[in-house]
């Protein structure tokens, strides 16, 4: 279908895709579901005015994107300045697992904490900012 045949092709799109965003909200639990139904209702009706043969209930709900990253890495340059000595990933974990007020029993977190803090420390040593030697890998300020 040309440009010409249909002129709002780019602004439908748009509408079908923010549509579809809201609909991925409305499933979600974090999401104030009130606001969510009467902004779907207001999308669709735009969407419906400029494009009346949209079928509203054939498009996908998109889920919201909810990044689960947590920021260890000043974190753990605050520790590795603070520290008199080299520090494991294990012992750094546990400072940052301290210092965030975290469940010290939460075995996901501390987990979580352990694996993050390995590829942090990773990317910050191939930037020269610290350096790991030994094995397991004990980390320092450069």
Known sequence: MT???????????????????????????LSDQAKV????????????????????????AIRPYRGQRRRWSRDAMKILREANQPLTAVELAQRVIMLRGVAEDDTRTRASIVCGLHA????????GLVVGAGKPKRWSIN
């Open 37 to 60: 139904a009467r902004d779907m209702e207001h999308v669709g009706a735009v969407l419906l005015m400029f494009d009346p043969a949209a079928d509203l209930n054939a498009i996908p």
């Open 120 to 127: 942090v420390l990773g990317r910050l040593e191939r930037h």
């Open 3 to 29: 440009r010409a045949a249909r002129p709002n092709l780019y602004f439908t799109g748009i509408l079908r895709r923010k549509y579809a965003q809201l609909k991925g909200l409305a499933g979600d639990l």
